[in-house]
């Protein structure tokens, strides 16, 4: 059975939100692997809650740029979970009742210790009983260590629900049909559909924002690669509106 | 109906986690809701009492009253298990003592059940004492306690030296009490709570706190391996032993097996 957004815990979110009618959505956006997109994922997340003028918290626990706190410094929070007084100031911040939607960035060079302390430290079950419906927006990629890390935190995690995303900007040579086993046959996933090299390279820069270009900013781009890029944002934030009625987050 | 049960706590060496071990055996007993009354030999100011007052008195054990004040009790207290905690070099002093007011022997006869935790420090001197100890031990039920307070490695420089002397006693089972996390071990003890009351985010006095998340899932997660260990070596089935399973005078007592993984 392939892996999938799970319909029992997307349930269990639904009925909760309906009574606590409060709850807020914690993604945490990851992958083992490096050049797969998460930061751009955290971004598009991030900005699409500034753009709905809800409140967000992104959490960056990368340690190599560009980074998210490059790009979103204003909401953005630099964490460092090495050590237990990081791991206190990242986690009982994440479960604060104040913060609003979360969003981890999460880097492969912390993936394993991220997965193993919160699991030790129950985080998961923990923000479940705030009100806070985690989400793990798996990046997926063609790397075997891909599909294994894929399978752990499937088996393993059972107080979140756990989603693919197929980015195909970053992996745009792998087709679906290709992507590892465990991955390519969901039936729900994420997808971040393809768009051409002009326009990533415009998105890299530090100084784009998505959420400019959602309110009608004015660019230098031509006209048609402006209407690409913003039907491109469109079909992304869509998707995300999607996962916040599933989570009972809406 | 369920034999008393005395539980000492010791080891001859400072500093190796021996209030510590008191603290979660009195957690994992209120979790198994057995009745349980504590005694701290850390006169005058008893540790173990800062952390559950409401269970613990501070006594002299060298101290004759204090003797009777504990051991004339075992059979009308309302507890089923009396734990003392003993202080540092005052394992082999409070032996000898109950070698000589018969408090062995009625172990031996299945009058009480008599549960011994071994406090281990890392070094060399720490397997002197089991030699020390065993020949105090008579019929009790003896564990043997690796304490890692610390990141030391217990004996592995010499696996046949420890071998040895575990051999010495045959019915001795280990016990691995693994290492908490330095800052939560810290708040808790700044806390001055139990172990399970930091987990649930309270005070002494019951009131709600506001421990960090993280500390309090590092202690669970801490605690929940150790009450492991405590079901792994059936301490619940041998100290609700009934008195009625006492094996009559003359023959020896079954030896309760426990499987070590």
């Given amino acids: ?250 | 109906m369920t034999k008393p049960a005395v539980v000492l706590i010791g080891g001859d060496k400072g500093g190796v986690g021996k209030t510590t071990v008191a603290r979660t055996l009195l957690d994992y007993f209120v979790r198994q809701q057995l009745r349980v009354r504590a005694f701290d030999t850390e006169v005058p100011r008893g540790t173990l009492k800062r952390f559950h007052p409401d269970v613990t008195d501070v006594v002299d054990i060298n101290h004759v009253p204090d003797q009777m004040r504990i051991f004339d009790t075992v059979n009308s207290t309302d507890a089923t298990v009396s734990l003392i905690d003993v202080r540092a070099g005052l394992l082999s002093p409070t032996l000898h003592a109950l070698r000589n007011i018969g408090f062995i022997d009625a172990a031996k006869k299945g009058d009480i059940t008599f549960v011994l935790f071994h406090i281990l420090g890392p070094s060399i001197a720490s397997l002197d004492e089991i030699v020390d100890t065993a020949a105090y031990l008579g019929d009790a039920k003896y564990f043997m306690v690796k304490n890692f307070i610390n990141n030391t490695y217990f004996f592995e420089w010499d696996e046949a030296t420890h071998a040895a002397y575990f051999k010495r006693i045959p019915g001795a089972v280990g016990i691995t009490i693994p290492k908490l996390v330095e800052m939560a071990a810290e708040q808790v003890d700044l806390a001055s709570v139990p172990f399970a009351t930091f987990i649930a985010n309270k005070k002494q006095s019951g009131a709600a706190a506001s421990y960090s998340f993280v500390l309090r899932g590092y202690v669970r997660h801490w605690l929940e391996t150790i009450s492991a260990e405590y079901d792994r070596v059936r301490l619940i089935d041998i100290l609700e032993a009934n008195e009625s399973s006492r094996p009559p005078i003359g023959r020896p007592r079954p030896i309760i097996k426990v499987a070590e993984t």
């Fill in chain 1, 1 to 250: 059975m392939g892996p999938r957004l799970d319909a029992a815990k997307i349930s269990r979110g639904q009925a909760h939100h309906v009574m606590t009618d409060k709850t807020t959505p914690l993604y945490v956006v990851c992958s083992p692997c490096r050049h797969v997109g998460k930061t751009l994922v955290s971004r598009l997340l991030t900005e699409f809650h500034v753009v709905n003028d809800q409140p967000v918290a992104a959490f960056d626990l990368a340690d190599e740029g560009p980074q998210l706190a490059d790009y979103l410094p204003e909401v953005t929070t630099i964490a460092d979970i090495s050590d237990t007084h990081g791991q206190m100031a990242f986690f009982d911040r994440l479960i604060a009742d104040d913060v609003g939607a979360r969003i981890i960035d999460l880097d492969r060079r912390v993936f394993n210790n991220f997965f193993t302390v919160a699991q030790k430290i129950r985080f998961f079950e923990e923000a479940r009983h705030r009100s806070i419906e985690p989400l793990i927006l798996f990046i997926t990629d063609p790397d075997p260590k891909s599909a294994k890390a894929y399978a752990v935190l499937r088996n393993q995690l059972s107080q979140a629900s756990l989603l693919p995303v197929r980015n195909q900007i970053e992996a745009a040579d792998v087709p679906y049909g290709d992507a590892p086993s465990k991955v390519n046959r969901a039936p729900t996933s994420l997808d971040i559909p393809l768009l051409g090299f002009p326009l990533r390279a415009l998105m890299d820069r530090q100084s784009f924002s998505f959420s400019q270009l959602w309110r009608g900013s004015p660019t230098d781009l031509p006209v048609s690669a402006n209407h690409e890029l913003s039907c491109w944002v469109e079909c992304i934030f869509f998707q995300f509106r999607l996962l916040e009625l599933l989570l009972g987050c809406a």
